[in-house]
């Protein structure tokens, strides 16, 4: 659907948005080393000796470490994995044609995107699959309620959806369990 250069300009921002991903996870984790530092030994990050007393051996600081180092490499190493992984999708798996229909759900906290998949021959008019969007072009929001003619890309290990190529763009799925449900 797209031609090379709409695809070099997918891919790329594909990579910004997994570095800023990577970016404010290492933020994370790094807040979670300094307060693991806080705990071990208050003065290699600066703290004055006589002030030490406070932070060291402190367990507020150890469970702050835990809390912040934990998920942050967990979103970094996700992210990155993800991101390798989406683009390994994308450039060595063939894609099926399918009917895509764009759906959102907006609540006080958030704004969720989620595309509906169909066979394109499917007569009957249900979604197979319904995949949570991660990443997908500002003019998305044209296309809400539509039914476009798309060009799927399927994680050969798991079978579901990974990638849909559309007319304007590519809508990449969002990795993880529970993103992408197959409807009955």
Same mark, same amino acid.
């Given at each position: 659907?797209?031609?090379?250069?709409?695809?070099?300009?997918?891919?790329?921002?594909l990579n910004r948005h997994s570095?800023?991903?990577?970016?404010?996870?290492?933020?994370?984790?790094?807040?979670?080393?300094?307060?693991?530092?806080?705990?071990?030994?208050?003065?290699?990050?600066?703290?004055?000796?006589?002030?030490?007393?406070?932070?060291?051996?402190?367990?507020?600081?150890?469970?702050? $470490?835990?809390? =912040?180092?934990? %998920? /942050?490499?967990?979103?970094?190493?996700?992210?990155?994995?993800?991101?390798?992984? #989406?683009?390994?999708?994308?450039?060595?798996?063939?894609?099926?044609?399918?009917?895509?229909?764009?759906?959102?759900?907006?609540?006080?906290?958030?704004?969720?995107?989620?595309?509906?998949?169909?066979?394109?021959?499917?007569?009957?008019?249900?979604?197979?699959?319904?995949?949570?969007?991660?990443?997908?072009p500002a003019s998305v929001k044209?296309?809400?309620?539509?039914?476009?003619? $798309?060009?799927? =890309?399927?994680? %050969? /290990?798991?079978?579901?959806?990974?990638?849909?190529?559309?007319?304007?763009?590519? #809508?990449?799925?969002?990795?993880?369990?529970?993103?992408?449900?197959?409807?009955?």
């Open positions: 659907m797209n031609n090379g250069m709409n695809q070099k300009n997918e891919l790329r921002r570095f800023r991903v990577g970016l404010a996870s290492l933020a994370v984790v790094l807040f979670g080393i300094i307060s693991l530092l806080l705990y071990i030994n208050p003065t290699s990050i600066g703290v004055p000796p006589g002030n030490a007393g406070e932070y060291q051996g402190n367990l507020i600081w150890l469970s702050v $470490a835990i809390i =912040f180092l934990l %998920p /942050g490499l967990a979103f970094l190493i996700t992210a990155v994995r993800w991101s390798y992984r #989406l683009k390994w999708i994308y450039r060595s798996q063939k894609a099926r044609p399918m009917r895509l229909h764009i759906d959102v759900e907006e609540d006080s906290d958030s704004t969720s995107y989620y595309a509906l998949l169909q066979s394109s021959d499917e007569t009957s008019g249900k979604s197979e699959w319904r995949a949570s969007l991660w990443l997908k044209d296309d809400i309620g539509k039914q476009l003619d $798309a060009q799927v =890309f399927f994680d %050969p /290990g798991s079978g579901k959806p990974a990638i849909i190529e559309y007319e304007k763009g590519i #809508l990449w799925i969002m990795g993880g369990s529970g993103s992408v449900l197959k409807l009955s």
